[in-house]
């Protein structure tokens, strides 16, 4: 029964009228027939077809992508953020972290040497094999999309097998390399008023044969990086490309009760936002520290600390656990924290990193702490966000500064330890980055730049608890082509 509701359908959406108009009325209708009289026609080839229609209308429009979002902050649990993809077709499930801090979207390839076969996060790990999804094609070295990697110097090409080829190497050690493959990605979709479950995009991503270093620990495993990144081979620049999302995305990593949090393509909107330029022609997210302040008072540090030139610079990261300082921006901030709470607790130093014995909550003694950026923008740290809990001892809380020493570099890296319970917008089209405290547990507004203006969505980022309105609105004819389409599609 489906089937034939399916091939009706097909049938009606080809064949909408071209009318003839006099005196400014329909005079006469002409149909013409694009189905075979015969009705031999592929059910594969509709699919093909209504696949192509859908993904037309979705550029027309635009919209939010959500991604779901697990995993927290926490080191001695998880340590990252990551979130579940469908790739192919038939589509798999992948689960990647979540990284700012690089650009390529890559999962485990079937090839895969040396790749974690289990995981410690109590997920199923997956291989992604491009001979068994019936949409995946290899990226050749005469591919123009191969030229996206070449730009950001980790694209090569193989001369082996023509395919275009990427090695890269993360700030921990840890390294992957592999070849790019051009597949589908399943996403949900807001639309107008309207969830959009199943929608699709062409878009080119890594296919890891060998990995190094931590990623091929199995206790915090996952089957590839997600890159948030700026550069042409970012997912978000592909899809923002074709026009299904815009050149902006949002997330609110929860902390506390289990992590989790959101993840859109979308502009999170708050009132208390505030944003800070980004630094132009930078390869990450890198925005113009400008100070610290601990209770109020700001640190003797040189600003040229912050500086960004040849390497050095603040950068704001997912993909990093904790937050890091160069030593001449560590040593004043963690004296000036021993220094306000002395007379409450005890300093330890355990392993390196300096601690305190606490009887009481760190909220009642620890001292607010400030980052204070280009453009007035300032991001306000509870205790909880530089410092972590490491053990008890007797019975009694020990506390130790979040924060780590880089030596001899000139680079500030803000991780999620910094970044969690807060809401974060990405703006690049108009290249700046905004903040607000948040509990990310809550509903938040996402907004996007569509053809017919900016709309607002609701809970955006938990779609599958209802949170998208399903009301059709005025537009009679529109809406009615999105419902033909969510139907459709859920028939594929």
Request: hydrophobic fraction near 40%; charge should be negative; glycine fraction near 10%.
């Amino acid at each position: 029964m489906s089937s034939v509701w399916f091939t009706t359908t097909a049938i009606l959406i080809c064949l909408l009228p071209a009318a003839v108009l006099s005196h400014g009325f329909p005079a006469a209708l002409k149909l013409e027939r694009v189905i075979p009289a015969s009705h031999e026609m592929e059910i594969s080839q509709l699919k093909a077809r209504d696949r192509a229609r859908h993904g037309r209308l979705l550029q027309s429009l635009g919209g939010v992508i959500d991604f779901p979002v697990d995993g927290t902050f926490d080191p001695f649990v998880v340590g990252l953020y990551y979130t579940k993809l469908r790739l192919g077709s038939p589509p798999r499930d992948f689960y990647v972290q979540v990284d700012t801090g690089s650009d390529v979207l890559w999962v485990s390839c079937a090839s895969c040497n040396g790749c974690p076969r289990t995981s410690g996060l109590q997920i199923q790990l997956n291989f992604f094999d491009p001979g068994s999804s019936v949409t995946a094609s290899p990226i050749s070295c005469s591919d123009q999309r191969c030229s996206w990697g070449v730009q950001s110097s980790d694209s090569g090409c193989s001369v082996q097998n023509n395919l275009c080829a990427y090695t890269f190497q993360y700030g921990d050690g840890s390294g992957t390399s592999g070849f790019y493959v051009s597949d589908l990605l399943q996403f949900d979709m807001i639309v107008g008023s309207s969830l959009v479950p199943n929608s699709t995009a062409q878009v080119v991503f890594g296919c890891s044969t060998s990995q190094t270093g931590d990623l091929v620990k199995s206790d915090r495993a996952v089957d590839g990086i997600f890159g948030f990144g700026q550069q042409g081979m970012s997912v978000i620049s592909q899809l923002a490309s074709q026009g299904l999302a815009p050149r902006v995305f949002s997330h609110c990593l929860k902390g506390e009760n289990g992590g989790g949090g959101i993840l859109v393509l979308g502009e999170i909107v708050e009132p208390n936002i505030v944003f800070t330029p980004l630094v132009p022609s930078q390869p990450h997210y890198n925005v113009n520290l400008l100070s610290i302040s601990v209770n109020g008072q700001t640190l003797p540090i040189n600003p040229s600390v912050f500086s960004t030139s040849n390497g050095q610079g603040t950068i704001i990261d997912t993909g990093t656990t904790l937050a890091y300082l160069s030593e001449a921006a560590y040593v004043p901030f963690v004296e000036a924290i021993t220094n306000a709470v002395s007379q409450s607790v005890r300093p330890v130093v355990s392993k390196g990193n300096q601690c305190y014995i606490i009887a009481t909550s760190v909220a009642d003694i620890f001292p607010p702490v400030s980052l204070n950026f280009a453009g007035g923008a300032s991001m306000f740290l509870n205790p909880q966000d530089y410092l972590i809990q490491q053990n008890n001892v007797g019975g009694t809380a020990v506390w130790c500064i979040g924060f780590q020493k880089i030596q001899n570099q000139g680079i500030t890296i803000l991780g999620d330890l910094v970044l969690k319970d807060k809401i974060f917008v990405y703006d690049l089209v108009g290249q700046r980055i905004g903040w607000a405290n948040y509990d990310c547990s809550m509903s938040v507004n996402v907004s996007a730049t569509s053809s017919s203006g900016r709309s607002e969505y609701v809970n955006a980022g938990s779609f599958s608890d209802n949170a998208a309105p399903q009301k059709l609105t005025s537009n009679v004819v529109g809406n009615t082509l999105m419902l033909l389409l969510m139907v459709i599609n859920m028939s594929l």
